[in-house]
């Protein structure tokens, strides 16, 4: 059996700020991860419409589910202009992102993370944001060719 990726055309209570809704899916646990995108902000290489963005969803997620773990960091002077930013984040030079996991946060039984992240759309001057939940048994192994074996 496989994981199915899938196109959500509308999720229980969208947040304003974000416009398209995918979905993983697994047959042994049925929806396993949910990723919402915001509009992508172009003529921008600082992403600072992402960022703003950003920030106000993490301090939305914040107030519901605690502190996140923060990764938000430029590996090199090289990239640390502003202007740089969406193009340090297309090479890897420069993370701006947080996750919330059940362990340290208050997630709940059905919910296994929250990563939130800015990415670079084009390495240039187009950015987003992506918000990701992730539920119980997205992480475990996909069964493959041993889905029914023991019944043949």
Known sequence: MASYHIVLHSVPNPHPSFKSYMGSWRPEHGLVRVMATSEQFGD???ASSARRLYDQVKRQLTQRYGNPESNEFVSDE???????FCMALENGER????????LDNQLGDDLEK???MVNSDDGYETSSVSLIYEFPGFDE???GDDYGLDSL
């Open 44 to 46: 921008d290489s600082t």
């Open 78 to 84: 090289v990239w640390a202009p502003e202007k740089d």
């Open 95 to 102: 993370a701006h992102a947080c996750i919330w996991t059940r």
């Open 114 to 116: 929250i990563f939130l």
């Open 141 to 143: 192994a996909t069964v």
